[in-house]
């Protein structure tokens, strides 16, 4: 039986995915791994080493069970993903996890798999070579520095020998710095793109074609900017695939773009090329003091902007918004709620997602705002009629739960690729 197992779920399943295609790149024998969503299957197997990626949100689910299991039989458990990388003291202390990769794991996972190998899956100072790594050594925490892969498609999103396929992570890293989101920095402020003649060589294996980017429209810019020559390069490289009889959804789930960057030639360019006639963006709200406070680097103008110029093309949009932002009045949410009308009454869709404080970010230690009653009646109306979408009573609950463990266990970013500021102190 394999001696390493990785632990897929339905949320770390396109990370793992895209990791796995890097070690196999990398020469590490994927028969070496038991690679299972059936976490009963890996207790059976009894392996060495169980592989873990999880978002903060998770830890309140099956992990803290499924962890004490698996010490139980003496497993060196390894972490990684956003909650890892943000806490990982955390994530060893608390958690009860052995090692913790902190940042991009491409490299560092196929570096760490085979020294553990070596050195009979056992802590040694052997790991004090490898970069990205938290872990207790004789006693003390060693932290390893952050691991960075600049080019990071020097690596296949899936492995060829496995059949696992997920949305193809097409740029990495975004320029804007939005106050409530991990992505920059941990990603880093300056995108980078995987190169059009990879994106196009690996969705041949994919019957929808679909894309992961915090920016859909920026490909080929450093991001702040609309390179329309690189955007078309690349979706035209796609069209062979369509004439095949694959489909192209750009600028949708699991995407989305910037509201700015919806202009008609960037509509234009969809029609041509793409089969999706929904286009995500997010407006986060309809107060213009609020997206200045959270540092979105957009106004309301745009958003408005943005839906008129779906509308006109024949695209229905799809508007995310926050609720409960820091510091947010009851006027700021009269003001969301006026766009969300606006929105709906245009013949789009609102998404709507309660705040939550996410460790690493500069609003970690921010507290939500309460709802006002206008907006709770709002909300409970609209999605009794279809017309929002999105799950912000369930994480008005988790966003508690996330205030609570930034109270007692906060950590002061040490591992990120640019410094976070924390602009609300408590």
Sequence with gaps: MPEIAVRMTKRNHNAFVHLIGALESQGFDLSELLITKDFGEILRAKPRVVLYSFFTEEIWGSLPEEVGLLKERGALLIA????????????????????????EG??????????????????????????????????????TGFAKV?????????????????????SRGCPFGCYYCQTPYIKGFRMR???????????????????????????GSPGAILKLNKLEALLKALQPLRKEGRRLFYGTFPSEVRPEFVLPETLELLIDYADNRRLAIGAQSGDDAMLKAMHRLHRIEHVKRAVEYMLDYGFEPVVDFIVGLPNESAESQR??????????????KIRAHYFMPLPGTPWSRCKPSPLSDEMKKFLGRMAAKGKIEGSWGNQ??????????????????????????????R
């Design 80 to 103: 990684g993903g956003y909650h890892a990388i943000a806490m990982p003291k955390h994530t060893l202390n608390q958690l009860g996890f052995d090692i913790a990769v902190i940042g």
């Design 106 to 143: 491409e490299e560092v996972l196929y570096q760490l798999l085979t020294t553990l190998k070596k050195t009979d899956y056992k802590i040694t100072g052997d790991l004090l070579n490898i970069r990205g790594l938290a872990f207790y050594i004789n006693g003390e925490f060693t932290f």
């Design 150 to 170: 600049e080019d990071f498609w020097r690596f296949p999103p899936y492995p060829e020998s496995v059949r696992l396929i997920s949305p193809i992570e097409i």
């Design 193 to 219: 793109h995987r190169p059009i003649d990879q994106i196009v060589k690996y969705s041949r294996r994919m019957k929808d074609m679909r894309y992961i980017t915090p920016n859909a429209f920026a490909y």
């Design 335 to 348: 003001k969301s709620i006026e766009l969300m009308k606006w929105v709906m009454g245009k013949g789009g």
């Design 396 to 425: 008005m609950e988790l966003s508690r739960k996330l205030q609570r463990l930034m109270d007692e266990f906060y950590e002061e970013p040490m591992s990120h690729t640019v410094p976070v500021r924390d602009v609300c102190r």
